[in-house]
């Protein structure tokens, strides 16, 4: 039996994960969470034995040396991390505190004999663009936000234990993925809220800024053929969809599939963090998948049909 922790699985996408992953018999997944911005809903269900969640912050070493030692994984998912790029930039020391997280991880994984550790990176390490598609090894890591650079500090700590200490690693770069456990903080379940409530949707500047918005299946498929067919070991792999999408046509989606009355209201832009283009060079993903993504348009009516939301106007 393979055992298999996930930090940060009470969120979207470890909680999407640990709900994968425990569909295999052959896994035993350990769940840690500090349930600061995850909930215990997104858990697995209970009609599986092979999962166990223990309240803990990564953060903090007892917390988690006492897990590891306990139960000698095979495998990490390191996912915990305060996200949302307005919640970083107004806790900037509290994004800080996820390097700790990160030690802790990689310190305890070469001890114990961890196989490989997964680690969650982020788009937002490109900064503002300079090459498209965005390549993992040749688009340069420019941005200056406290969130990305905790997460390209994460990376070269990744690539250094490795060097040293034989750590094997994989490095997943999330372009926003999107899915019916994502809470109304991010801006895919925060415009069908309002559509559905056929109140103004808003954005920040003129919505011309684009990005690729990955449906939360994909992510999770890919990652996980990555783990079963031992692919991309120390390596980085983008995970998102390659299908560019302006905040404005988001909105202008939202309206039309759930045929809201809503409206679009424009704000000032945004003084930091809104970075004007975003997309993947996704090939490795696409290799591993051998299938077309989920379309923008079938994502928003799965988040209508699995997602929980207040009221609905769909027809």
Request: some cysteine; aromatic content about 10%; hydrophobic content about 35%.
């Amino acid at each position: 039996m393979k055992k298999i922790l996930i930090t940060g699985g009470a969120g979207n996408v470890g909680g999407a994960l640990a709900k994968r992953l425990v569909q295999d018999p052959d896994n035993f997944v350990v769940i840690v969470d500090n349930l600061s911005t995850g909930h215990t809903q997104k858990l697995p269900s209970k009609e599986y034995t092979n999962w166990r969640f223990i309240k803990g912050d990564v953060n903090n070493y007892r917390d988690i040396s006492s897990v590891m030692l306990a139960f000698a994984f095979d495998y990490v998912f390191h996912y915990a991390a305060l996200v949302g790029v307005q919640r970083t930039l107004r806790n900037p020391v509290q994004v800080l505190a996820d390097i700790d997280g990160i030690k802790n991880i990689l310190d305890l994984s070469k001890n114990t004999g961890v196989k490989r550790v997964f680690y969650s990176s982020s788009s937002e390490v490109y900064g503002e663009p300079v090459e498209f598609p965005q390549n993992e090894h040749t688009t340069p890591l420019n941005s200056r936000l406290p969130y990305a650079v905790v997460k390209n500090v994460g990376e070269a700590f990744i690539r250094s234990y490795h060097q040293e200490f034989g750590l094997e690693y994989t490095i997943f770069r999330f372009f926003n993925t999107y899915g019916p456990d994502q809470s109304t903080d991010f801006v895919v379940p925060r415009f069908i809220q309002a559509a559905l409530q056929n109140q103004p949707i808003t954005i920040y500047g003129d919505g011309s800024q684009t990005r690729t918005f990955c449906y939360i299946t994909d992510n999770i498929e890919a990652t996980c053929k990555i783990l079963t067919e031992h692919k991309y070991l120390n390596d980085i792999v983008n995970i998102g969809n390659d299908r560019e999408t302006s905040v404005l046509e988001l909105a202008r989606e939202i309206i039309r599939v759930t045929e809201s009355d809503s409206a679009i209201r424009h704000l000032p832009p945004l003084a930091e963090g809104d970075m004007t283009r975003r997309k993947p060079d996704n090939a490795k993903m696409r290799a591993v998948l051998q299938r077309p993504l989920v379309s923008l348009e079938e994502g928003i009516r799965n988040m209508l049909v699995y997602g929980n939301f207040e009221s609905a106007v769909l027809r």
